[in-house]
């Protein structure tokens, strides 16, 4: 069930900002870089959602770089960011790929941290 949209439009809302489409998006590469492209030609802001994560159908970040012929690289911020939680160096097998996984990002692609709404305090993972 995607409650992204409807979190984000409420927050574009209060500040001024016009959804004007929403779209879902299975996950196919293809699909995902053709709407991009798409939208990023007809609107002035495009977001995603979803599809950032470990495992094999996460392919949103595969997309966005495919859209704008960019190439994928490691984040070492999103490693940092990572092994906060989870050392590293304790890491093998499934747990080294997923680490690897979410922090290939288009090499493009800026970080923006936030501050976290509960204590104002920065958050720990980046928009990318």
Not at 4 to 24: D, R
Not at 65 to 92: G, H, V, W
Not at 95 to 120: N, Q, Y
Request: charged share 25%; proline share 5%.
């Amino acid at each position: 069930m995607d409650t992204n949209s409807n979190f984000i439009s409420k927050k574009l809302h209060e500040i001024g900002v016009q959804v004007k489409k929403i779209s879902a998006i299975g996950d196919s590469v293809d699909e995902i870089s053709d709407e991009i492209r798409l939208f990023s030609q007809r609107y002035d802001y495009v977001f995603t959602t979803g599809g950032v994560g470990p495992t094999h159908d996460d392919k949103t970040y595969i997309g966005l770089a495919q859209a704008f012929n960019d190439q994928l690289c490691k984040s070492p911020e999103i490693i940092a960011a990572i092994e906060k939680f989870f050392p590293l160096r304790q890491m093998s097998g499934d747990h080294a790929m997923f680490v690897d996984k979410l922090s290939t990002i288009p090499a493009s692609a800026e970080l923006l941290w936030g501050t976290r709404s509960s204590d104002g305090k920065p958050s720990n993972f980046p928009v990318v």
